[in-house]
T-cell receptor, first 110, second 116 residues
């Protein structure tokens, strides 16, 4: 069964304290892996799409990487405005549907 | 860009009434849109896949007669919650899949439904 697991469930960081969020997945043929950011009471905001193992994408303080079993979202020198829930989703071959993980709630303290 | 809007953003209704939520892709065409439901501090639960010009495909356990979906054009899908009850209160989010290019879904801002 296709499945996505995110860890940790919640993370508190001091401003400037770099860390990584994990997204482990099992899927019968990966079409794509997606990272989103969601603020409370709002829809998810697209961050990255990764398609194959070894691929990396960067945007400001965020960097996403992909292996055959997991993806990491690295946050370098985070700021309080990076506080949000980060969602990972995978898309299996032959479908446009996403399978979402349960998310990591990140809180960055000033 | 890839902007998706939802209307209304918030709705309060009485039990037994029907509520319609609109999802529009503003700057691209979307043959496929998705409707999700999200409970507090939980992840998104896919309710149905909406295809332009054809019937929606519902996920297991989702009542299609209660959650009516219409995808009338390449930029508009609607979700109607019929005979709403308090247990239907939730945050409903739509997403749109771009017709061409990457497989990315772009999400609307969500609609908070409260049924009294």
């Amino acid at each position: 069964e296709d499945q996505v697991t995110q860890s940790p469930e919640a993370l508190r960081l001091q401003e400037g304290e770099s860390s990584s969020l994990n997204c482990s997945y099992t899927v019968s043929g990966l079409r794509g892996l997606f990272w989103y950011r969601q603020d409370p009471g709002k829809g998810p905001e697209f961050l990255f799409t990764l398609y194959s193992a070894g691929e990396e994408k960067e945007k400001e303080r965020l960097k996403a990487t992909l292996t055959k079993k997991e993806s990491f979202l690295h946050i370098t020198a985070p700021k309080p405005e990076d506080s949000a829930t980060y969602l990972c989703a995978v898309q299996a071959e032959g479908t446009y549907k996403y399978i979402f993980g349960t998310g990591t709630r990140l809180k960055v303290l000033a | 860009g890839a902007v998706v809007s939802q209307h209304p953003s918030r709705v309060i209704c009485k039990s037994g009434t029907s509520v319609k939520i609109e999802c529009r892709s503003l700057d691209f065409q979307a043959t496929t849109m998705f409707w999700y439901r999200q409970f507090p501090k939980k992840s998104l639960m896919l309710m149905a896949t909406s295809n332009e010009g054809s019937k929606a495909t519902y996920e297991q356990g989702v009542e299609k007669d209660k959650f009516l979906i219409n995808h009338a054009s390449l930029t508009l899908s609607t979700l109607t919650v019929t005979s709403a009850h308090p247990e239907d209160s939730s945050f409903y989010i739509c997403s749109a899949h771009k017709l061409a290019g990457a497989d990315t879904q772009y999400f609307g801002p969500g609609t908070r439904l409260t049924v009294l």
